[in-house]
């Protein structure tokens, strides 16, 4: 695609980045026939063609609008689009520049600058999250729908309590301190440190927390990169002592980690080691895809149902590039992975766009989860946190994360 950025627009780093990717899009459109929002709603401007070529106008010129805004905001960064493109056109680095860009020179409605304020001053910090958690299930019936969809109905079932068995372990993986994982879906945290620890992996928690992927999706990208910041000084005397892995089991989280380098890139104080960070970072399918799984007791033969579906996130398939990974360790200790038909698709939940894009995003969710239950599995797994609250409001099996079904110490999920 032949380009004619602004000056000043190129003098800038984010500039030459937009420049480069633009100029790798060929405008093939295969883009649109894996975009969720353009097989929804039918309109170029919300394909990733049509938001590439009105980011491409405006960084030559063209002023902002409210409508090119809104056709950015819909796009749900799912990145089908990027696992399509023959070209590998990085579409995720240039709508945030374009988001980001645009975020400056268009107002926003008081309404959604009071939400995406909130949402970014509440949901990194557990602190402040979990009160708020707390009163919002108190409260649930009079919450709007989409914020009651983002609640769980009580505080979820959790595994018993862990309690290492072999106290400290020659391998060592520093554990993210995921923001919001641990008060929606605490089950998760003790399955994946029992797990850890029968497989012989201490997991560390030297500190940090929110990865920045709220800030970063919401076009705040100074707080995202001050989150960044944050983690790295927090891990870096467990990386320098030997850590093998970041495991991230979010893989929301783990997209954003593993672009720690790029978005730090130009920060002098910060590039070589977010390279480290981000070389290190590691899916739980990845870390225990390489382990040996069957020194853990056999999920079906403890009674966990074997007929089961999995929803593959969009930020493991497409954002990681790991199509696959956790259903072949899931077939590998006898579960029957039901037909799903478009796994590629997403489910809507995409981080805080259920709450600013809820009409859309429901209408995702119901389209995924009748594909999912079409053959009347007895659960669903999936990988990533939000995907998995998501589903779960909607749908009439349990929905759990894929590492709780090889907690040795749980066999229940209802």
Known sequence: ???????????????????????????????????????????????????????????EGEAPTRQAQSHLDRCLTCLNCETT????????????????????????????????????????????????????????????????????????????????????????????????EPLLTPALVTATLRVLDALGIEALHPGGGCCGAVSQHLSAAEQARGFMRRNIDAWWPAVEAGAEAILVTASGCGTMV?????????????????????????????????????????????????????????????????PGRVEELLRGVGFELLPVRDVHSCCGSAGTYSILQSELSGRLRASRLEALQQADPALIATANVGCQTHLQAASRVPVVHWIELFDPARNAFV
């Open 1 to 59: 695609m032949q380009t004619e950025l602004l000056q000043s627009v190129l003098d800038t780093s984010e500039g030459r980045e937009a420049d480069r990717i633009l100029r790798a899009c060929v405008h093939c459109g295969f883009c649109t026939a894996t975009c969720p929002t353009y097989q929804e709603l039918g309109d170029e401007l919300d394909g990733p063609r049509g938001r590439i070529y009105q980011i491409k106008n405006l960084l």
């Open 258 to 322: 593993k672009d720690y380098a790029w978005h730090l890139r130009d920060d002098p104080a910060y590039a070589q080691r977010a390279e480290r960070i981000s070389a290190l970072a590691k899916d739980a399918s990845e870390l225990l895809g390489a382990d040996d799984l069957a020194r853990l007791p056999n999920p079906i033969s403890r009674g966990v149902p074997a007929r089961i579906a999995f929803h593959p996130p969009c930020t493991l398939q497409h954002g990681q590039g790991l």
């Open 85 to 180: 493109c023959p070209s590998g056109v990085e579409y995720h680095k240039l709508v945030d520049i374009g988001r980001q860009r645009i975020e400056g020179q268009v107002a926003r409605p008081l309404g959604e600058r009071l939400m995406r304020w909130g949402l970014r001053q509440v949901v990194p910090y557990p602190a402040r999250f979990r009160p708020l958690l707390r009163l919002g299930q108190m409260v649930r019936p009079l919450l709007p729908a989409a914020l009651k969809d983002k609640l769980p109905a009580a505080a979820q079932r959790q595994s018993p309590k862990f309690e290492a068995n072999s106290g400290q372990h020659e391998r060592r993986v520093i554990l993210l301190n995921n923001c919001a």
